[in-house]
Every structure is written in structure tokens, then in C-alpha cells.
């Protein structure tokens, strides 16, 4: 099993639609967890950190289910602009070890 | 703030030919990363440190090298570029194992010829 894995897509959704994306990780002992929204030929951005008791930012929700080691981003009422990559990654917590990273899932909004 | 900063921001070389990426980082952070992205791959580690002085083989390290002799500053060296290194590098920062996220520079787009 690898160490994170997400469903890569793509999801072609219209706007005003809502989508969500799962993220499933191996590593039970991890700590931390984010989602990342990356832009076409652009850097990887924090889009929001992801807290055990789920978490909200506007028109996005992020929940994490340690039990069944899975991560969600819920997005509502879809942007044009939300169309990206959006990459589920976990901090291992583990000295020395570093950030692991999905392979993403690509998002498309048509108007 | 500058955050991270790569240098170059793009570069050709020609097969054989070596360079070194750097990266830069202003907040104090732990933690660097050099990752590698290629079409339908995702980022793939290549080299990382968890402090000055310390580096550690990530996922793909076979044909690069990297040395972190000022806790602000990452580089990652090619001594033989190849066409199979052709690729777009990014340089990401962490405060270590703490809960915040990373922050990555703006990439270096690689093209070996």
C-alpha cells in the first residue's frame, strides 16, 4: 500500500457544483495533515491545514478520520478558479523523516 | 518576505554537463526538501536535511547531490546531467516535526538536452 494515495482524476465538475476528494494514508502513527492546491506549471500552496475535528474555510471543509486513516476536502459552490491540483499530504511526525506527498487529484470547473 | 527562493529559475544543459540548484530560505525553518515533478508523477523526493550539516536520500537520489553547510541554504548538484533529468525542481522548507505545512519555491525548470 502506498504511503498516501488519492484518486487522480480528473473530476470535470460544473460551477456551482460541489466535489469532494479522499486521501487515504498507511502510516497510523502520522500527526499532522494538509491539503495543497497546485496551479499549472506553478509551486505546490498550504491550502489548509486538516484538524480531527474537521475544519472550515469558506467554501472548503477538510475532515480527517484517523480510524479509517482518510482525509477529505469537501469544496461547495465551485469556482472557475478552483479548477488545480490538489495534493492530500502528511507529516509523519517521525524525527528525521520527511513530508509525504500525494500524487494529486486534478479538478476541473467549466462554466 | 522572501520565504523560499530558487535560483536558477530556468536552465538547459547539455548531456554531461553538471550545475548546482539553489535554494534559500528566510524563516528559520528546520527542514529542506528538493523534490522533482513530472508529468502524471507527482513530486518525488529527492534529497532532504532535517538541520545544517545533515542530508538524507529521499525517493529518487541516484544522479544528484546535495549539501546544507548554512541552515538556510539547500543545494542540490548534478554532476552529469542526463536527458532523464529533465524535469521541473522544486525546493520546499519545514519547521521540522512540528504540525505546520511546507513552503516551496517557485521551481527550476530543468532541461537537459
Known amino acids: 500500500r502506498k504511503e498516501v494515495e488519492q484518486d487522480p482524476g480528473p473530476f470535470n465538475v460544473p460551477e456551482g457544483a460541489t466535489v469532494a476528494f479522499n486521501c487515504t494514508y498507511s502510516n497510523s502513527a502520522s500527526q499532522s495533515f494538509f491539503w495543497y492546491r497546485q496551479d499549472c506549471r506553478k509551486e505546490p500552496k498550504l491550502l489548509m491545514s486538516v484538524y480531527s475535528s474537521g475544519n472550515e474555510d469558506g467554501r472548503f471543509t477538510a475532515q480527517l478520520n484517523r480510524a479509517s486513516q482518510y482525509i477529505s476536502l469537501l469544496i461547495r459552490d465551485s469556482k472557475l478558479s478552483d479548477s488545480a491540483t490538489y495534493l492530500c499530504?502528511?507529516?509523519?511526525?517521525?524525527?528525521?523523516?520527511?513530508?509525504?506527498f500525494g500524487k494529486g487529484t486534478t479538478l476541473s470547473v467549466s462554466s | 518576505n522572501a520565504g523560499v527562493t530558487q535560483t536558477p529559475k530556468f536552465r538547459v544543459l547539455k548531456t554531461g554537463q553538471s550545475m548546482t540548484l539553489l535554494c534559500a530560505q528566510d524563516?528559520?525553518?528546520?527542514?529542506m526538501y528538493w523534490y522533482r515533478q513530472d508529468p502524471g508523477m507527482g513530486l518525488r523526493l529527492i534529497h532532504y536535511?532535517?538541520?545544517?550539516?545533515?542530508?538524507a536520500k529521499g525517493e529518487v537520489p541516484d544522479g544528484y547531490n546535495v549539501s546544507r553547510l548554512k541552515k538556510q541554504n539547500f543545494l542540490l548538484g548534478l554532476e552529469s546531467a542526463a536527458p532523464s533529468q529533465t524535469s521541473v525542481y522544486f525546493c520546499?522548507?519545514?519547521?521540522?516535526?512540528?504540525?505546520?505545512?511546507?513552503?516551496f519555491g517557485q521551481g527550476t525548470r530543468l532541461t537537459v538536452v
Open positions: 524563516m528559520n525553518h528546520e527542514y
Open positions: 499530504v502528511v507529516n509523519p511526525y517521525q524525527a528525521g523523516t520527511a513530508l509525504i
Open positions: 520546499a522548507s519545514t519547521h521540522g516535526q512540528g504540525p505546520g505545512g511546507a513552503f
Open positions: 536535511s532535517v538541520g545544517e550539516g545533515t542530508t
